[in-house]
């Protein structure tokens, strides 16, 4: 009687043994930190609605060297995933083309890169002349 063997492949550490899904694993890391700035968020919203005593005391606990650590690692997430977000632009959408000529990939790419900056600035204008004046 014949045995049939099939053939399985190991599944430890398969994101390991290949530099883009390393990569791809790293970006999916980093929704975790967007996690948990959405939550660090809610919770200062949640001290704000109990008055202004648990919100300064919010406030003051994001002084804190932990909290400035945390947030300087955000940033870096933040900015990876989003930097990520944009160079996989070019591969999702339909070709563009511009006088019969197709838009290189690098070209939507930092057309996408300018928009975000331009558009964090203009938040960053706003919010400092309506809230912050």
Not at 27 to 53: D, I, P, S
Not at 58 to 69: G, I, Q, S, V
Not at 95 to 116: E, K, L, N, P
């Amino acid at each position: 009687m014949a045995y049939l063997h099939t053939h399985v492949r190991p599944m430890q550490g398969w994101w390991r043994r290949n530099p883009f899904y390393r990569r791809y694993m790293l970006r999916e890391v980093t929704a975790l930190f967007v996690a948990a700035y959405a939550v660090e968020l809610l919770v200062g919203l949640v001290r704000l609605a109990q008055g202004r005593a648990a919100y300064e005391a919010w406030r003051a606990a994001l002084a804190t060297p932990p909290a400035l650590a945390f947030h300087a690692l955000t940033l870096a997430a933040f900015l990876y995933h989003a930097w990520t977000w944009l160079e996989v632009m070019p591969k999702t959408m339909p070709f563009v083309t511009v006088r019969d000529h197709r838009v290189s990939d690098r070209a939507i790419v930092v057309a996408g890169v300018t928009a975000s900056v331009i558009a964090s600035i203009a938040l960053f204008v706003a919010v400092r002349l309506v809230i912050a004046p």
